[in-house]
């Protein structure tokens, strides 16, 4: 829907700035000189003065070329913001409670990870890379027309061990070092059972410490750690996943409720679309089974959630 969307938003600016443009170098001065005529011929024949509400109206644009003049600064303007610098997403899923909730509204910064063309996505100005702990939206690589969002475990070449529900990072080791780092764990502090929005029961909340960066991070404890049943790549040991280069590993940080990395595999880099750095707005769709409203009206605004997301 978002590709979609773009390339409505792209035709409907090169439209309109067509007509924009036509109007402003070429239109606007033969309607100027369409009226001068007309007051030069009403002269020369009656001898007489054109109304100005006659000049007015020869002066005026067609309906179409009006309404392109008008909307074409402000399609272009929301286009450059959304495709380059910020674009708001909706969270369709608990799959990054506590960090992100169903019915959140986010903004992603389209800028960090460099500027893509709108319609086909490429890259053409670097600015950087994501880092590990990122919450990132990219385009999932199964089905790149659905938007995912989760959070960055492995860059290129880390080796990861996700096992018994411990995290484990090997930062990559360039051949030119004299040695390579060993394993790391991600260390979990378990702070609370998680009682906010969305909670079942059994929901243990737990902050994590990756590699010095911190995030909050949900794990069952009634869902046992899987063993064997997670995307097997090919020349790495059961629960290890090896990056490959141009590619990411990541996982939400409701860990035994998020399809992710785990199970289909790794994010390429032409897949992202940009950092999730805020929440503008939240809304709690909770209600009664047999309540008349629909669905998608919200029950509640949840200000208390608005800022920035870590």
């Known amino acids: 829907m978002a590709v979609y969307f773009s390339i409505i938003l792209v035709a ?7 007509v924009w443009f036509a109007d402003k170098f070429y239109l606007a001065s033969q309607r100027k000189l369409n009226a001068i005529e007309a007051q030069k011929a009403a002269r020369e024949h009656s001898a007489i003065e054109l109304p100005k509400e ?8 067609s309906a179409l070329v009006d309404t392109s003049v008008q909307i074409f600064p402000v399609i272009a303007f929301v286009l450059i913001l959304r495709s380059f610098i910020y674009e708001p997403f909706q969270i369709p899923s608990g799959s990054m409670m506590p960090t992100l909730l169903d019915g959140d509204f986010i903004l992603v910064n389209k800028f960090n990870y460099g500027l893509r063309d709108p319609v086909a996505r490429n890259k053409f100005f670097d600015v950087g890379l994501p880092e590990r702990g990122d919450a990132v939206v990219f385009k999932y690589p199964r089905d790149p027309r659905v938007d995912y969002i989760k959070r960055v475990i492995g860059l290129p070449g880390d080796r ?4 018994n529900k411990s995290l484990y990072i090997q930062p990559a080791c360039k051949e030119s070092d004299a040695k390579c780092p060993g394993f790391v764990q991600v260390v979990n502090t378990f702070t609370n059972k998680y009682q906010g929005p969305d909670a079942e029961d059994g929901m243990n909340q737990f902050e994590a410490v990756m590699l010095d960066k911190t995030h909050n991070i949900l794990n ?9 049943h997670y995307f097997q790549q090919a020349g790495t040991a059961q629960d290890e996943f090896l990056v490959p280069a141009g590619h990411y590993f990541v996982m939400g940080d409701n860990r035994d409720n998020s399809l992710d990395g785990r199970f289909w595999g790794f994010v390429p880099e032409e897949n992202l679309v940009g950092q999730a750095v805020a929440i503008w707005m939240s809304f709690d769709f909770d209600r009664a089974d047999d309540s008349f409203l629909p669905h998608w009206i919200p029950t509640n605004v949840r200000f208390e959630r608005i800022g920035a997301i870590n």
């Open 160 to 163: 990861i061990i996700y096992k």
């Open 54 to 61: 006659t000049i007015a109206t020869l002066m005026e644009p």
């Open 12 to 18: 409907i600016t090169v439209i309109t700035g067509i």
């Open 220 to 228: 069952d404890q009634y869902t046992l750690p899987r063993t064997g």
